[in-house]
């Protein structure tokens, strides 16, 4: 058999076949070219989205929940409907102790402030925060650091201030480290600037400083904003969540079923739902590219019944001649994957041109849509798996349409 593929003939037979009629054999290749372009274009697309995805959210912790006190829907233990639910540092450690399945619990704190440097004056956000949030929340730094322990425990006035800040408060290419930003009347020592587009969860930050700071300035005392909760990966955030509103509502006397009383933000089960439509787009992609596939091998299929009816006459002189009917289904399961396999890697080089072009106008910069848009060596190797099976499965039906026919009845066909 191996022979056989390494015999002049053979390849010499496929050409001549394919020769006679060249814009047929043309039209009957772009089936299986255009089935393989679409698979690799699809799948580097979706590659490239998962990694610009990962990219977005990789040094973020997605198993993670938000939780903001509101006011009660209904009335409970004497208090009325409609009371402000106001959420403290000791539900934020009650919660990290006694729920199941939780790896951190970041309490934040955030307000308006105007700051001022030398004569220029603006309204920003800003957020007292541990150092805790720059792993759960990785902050890309151009300049300095981030918040450590030691500011927050001597309750530093320091600033970790954003690139759209410094923009308006400081001259073009001024050195930012060290220099002093005036908040709501305090003075700050800026130690980092951040870059702008961060993934911010919760409302967006301009500026941060030390948490316990923040709480001593704005005789916040006990009380926080609201609290981020992250869950060990092998727990069900969603749960979590849950057991969390329900033991808040214990310990701030709120009904067990009142909905309003707590808002939250899920982010674990976004980033799953996210998760789901890539994997979901995937299988999408493969079911798209070899339903195309096929109906590219049916046309070569086709094709080459058409082929050995106008061969008829041949193959009937090659079995009188002594030709085995297994020698007339090799040669015409060959032709069927020669056509199918060059289709083939026409159609792999023609993705990879593709994915080439949709890397260099959509996969450049910070925040590119795609990201390295790509297949792997081993999809490309399946794929062609997949179509030297195909070709031969297809392959043999014409290869039987040929041995089918008598050798007498074949020579005297006209």
Do not use: C
Not at 271 to 290: C, D, E, S
Request: glycine share 10%.
């Amino acid at each position: 058999m191996f022979r056989f593929l390494f015999d002049r003939d053979t390849w010499q037979e496929v050409l001549d076949s394919l020769s006679k009629n060249k814009l047929r054999s043309i039209l009957t290749m772009v089936g299986v070219w255009w089935g393989i372009l679409l698979l690799i274009g699809l799948l580097g697309s979706a590659r490239g989205l998962e990694n610009s995805f990962n990219r977005l959210f990789g040094s973020f912790a997605t198993n993670s929940v938000f939780v903001w006190g509101q006011s009660t829907g209904e009335p409970f233990k004497g208090f009325q409907e409609g009371r402000r639910v106001r959420l403290s540092l000791s539900d934020a450690k009650k919660v990290e102790e006694n729920v199941e399945g939780i790896e951190f619990v970041l309490p934040r704190s955030q307000q308006s402030a105007t700051i001022t440097r030398n004569f220029l004056t603006g309204s920003f956000r800003m957020a007292g925060d541990y150092p805790l949030l720059d792993e759960l929340q990785k902050k890309k730094l151009i300049h300095g650091r981030f918040i450590n322990q030691n500011d927050i425990d001597d309750r530093k006035k320091i600033a970790v201030i954003s690139e759209d800040t410094y923009k308006q408060l400081f001259e073009k290419d001024e050195d930012v480290i060290g220099k002093y930003i005036e908040v709501n009347g305090i003075n700050f020592t800026v130690v980092g600037m951040f870059e702008n587009g961060n993934v911010n969860m919760g409302p967006s930050t301009d500026v941060h400083i030390p948490f316990t700071t923040f709480q001593q300035i704005y005789n916040r005392g006990d009380r926080i904003g609201w609290m981020m909760i992250t869950g060990k990966p092998e727990f069900d955030i969603k749960q979590i969540e849950e057991d969390a509103k329900l033991l808040l509502k214990n310990l701030n006397d709120i009904h067990p079923e009142d909905r309003r009383a707590f808002g939250s933000f899920n982010l674990g089960k976004e980033f799953a739902k996210m998760t789901g439509f890539l994997i979901g787009m995937q299988f999408l992609t493969w079911f798209v590219g070899i339903a195309t596939l096929i109906a590219g091998v049916f046309a070569i299929g086709n094709i080459l019944l058409i082929t050995v009816k106008e061969r008829t006459k041949e193959i009937g002189v090659r079995r009188a001649l002594g030709a085995t009917p297994f020698e007339i289904k090799r040669q015409i399961v060959v032709e069927a994957v020669f056509i199918t396999l060059i289709a083939g890697i026409f159609g792999i080089i023609s993705g990879g041109w593709i994915l080439i072009l949709l890397d260099h106008f959509f996969g450049q910069g910070d925040d590119a849509a795609i990201v390295n848009a790509s297949v792997s060596i081993a999809v490309v190797f399946i794929a062609l798996v997949i179509l030297v099976i195909l070709g031969t499965l297809i392959g043999l039906i014409p290869a039987f349409k040929a041995t089918s026919v008598k050798p007498i009845e074949a020579l005297r066909e006209e």
